[in-house]
């Protein structure tokens, strides 16, 4: 077969095969750790630094798992769990299980739509809410209509890049104003104590690090980014398993550089929301949103440090919205197909398909924002529907695991240790979701 290939084995080589990590570090960056992060770091302060740590070097092993799964079998995240055993009405329960995480995440995206609108209104410009959602979601639906994966890869890293690093910056910049982050503060964050109320730590586990989305959106740009095509088909021959094991071993580094990425922001963004907005007792709540946030580098940078947040937050969550639309689009594609209301039997019309679903799912996002409004609540709901449905996504990787992967391609026993912990986690996350709720 013309697209077998053999995996690098050298760091350039490798580092060149890198690119699904840094898509969805690009998604994580903007819901999860700039509104969700900061508003821990502002509510509870230091206290669950490491709380915030913890989550996002845990999930990691079960981005890997649902990665290899899918170069393995070739199989999208959507077939993958509709093969998962259990009730059907149509689709496997566990779709339909997802189809409700899907929906609650168009309140997610639709609130970051807000939080760009007040970002751009911070700036001075005087636009409508209507005209500025029509703006947002409608040049991110024309983009997706004429880009590919390599599009959106250079997008998505270039976006996110600039706004880390000046958020890093302004961490340390800290040190020469009356917010500096001192070696007691990290003492206090790293000592494993507890809040009152454990909601909004739980409904930031659910987003911060690699949140339920991006478990289910990493698979697809692996596919995208064409590892399972390398690998071919499972003909039980020596080359394929050194195929298998070699691109199996790029998707590892893959998703382990996209943790150190996505880790570093968590972090720095908790850190500022616990120093600058806890100590200044600045209240983030949905009038007030990107108000409220400008503190973390106006008190930095000043006036520069202002402007440096208009155009930061605007491009993160400019790339949330962008990355987001165009995983959902994948998924709407498939959900489709799964339910037999479009044949997606050729790469040409399945592209299509995606395209269509890039320029409808903006347009929901933008009905939503201008109906609901209020940002934070938005972004708090596709938060808690991710959490419910983290544990379910840790028993189908466990699944996939060890009744669908081959002897010769399962890792060894400490990984296994870790993914039953990290997939633990999962399920109490869930089971707390769920006694709050009801």
Partial sequence: MPHLKDAPTDFVGILKQLGPGLIISASIVGSGELIVTTKLGADVGFTLLWFIIFGC????????????YAILSGKTMLQAIDGVPGPRLLVSWLVWVWICMFVATFFQVSGMVGGIAQAVSLSGLQFSNTTLALAITG??????FIGRYTFVERFSTVMVAGFTLFTILAVLSLYWTDYGVSAADLAEGMSFGLTDDFTIAFAAFGVIGVGASELIYYPYWCLEKGYARFVGRDDQSDAWQKRAKGWVRVLQWDAFASMVIYTGATIAF??????????KSVEVSNDNLMASLSHL????????GLWIFIFGAIAVLYSTVFIATASNGRLAADLLQLFGLAKTASEERRGQLIRYSCVALPVIYCVFYLTLGRPVTLVTIGAVAQALMLPFLGYAALYFLYRRTAEAMKPGKVWFAF????????????????????
């Avoid at 070097?57 to 290899?68: A, D, M, T």
């Fill in 57 to 68: 070097l845990i999930k990691v092993f079960l981005q890997v798992e649902l990665g290899r």
């Fill in 139 to 144: 040049s991110c639906a024309l983009l997706l």
């Fill in 270 to 279: 908790y850190l500022l929301g616990a120093a600058v907005l806890h100590g």
């Fill in 297 to 304: 580098y106006s008190e930095s940078f000043g006036v520069v």
């Fill in 419 to 438: 993914l039953w912990i990290s997939s633990m986690l999962m399920g109490a996350v869930g089971i707390y979701q769920l006694t709050r709720m009801f």
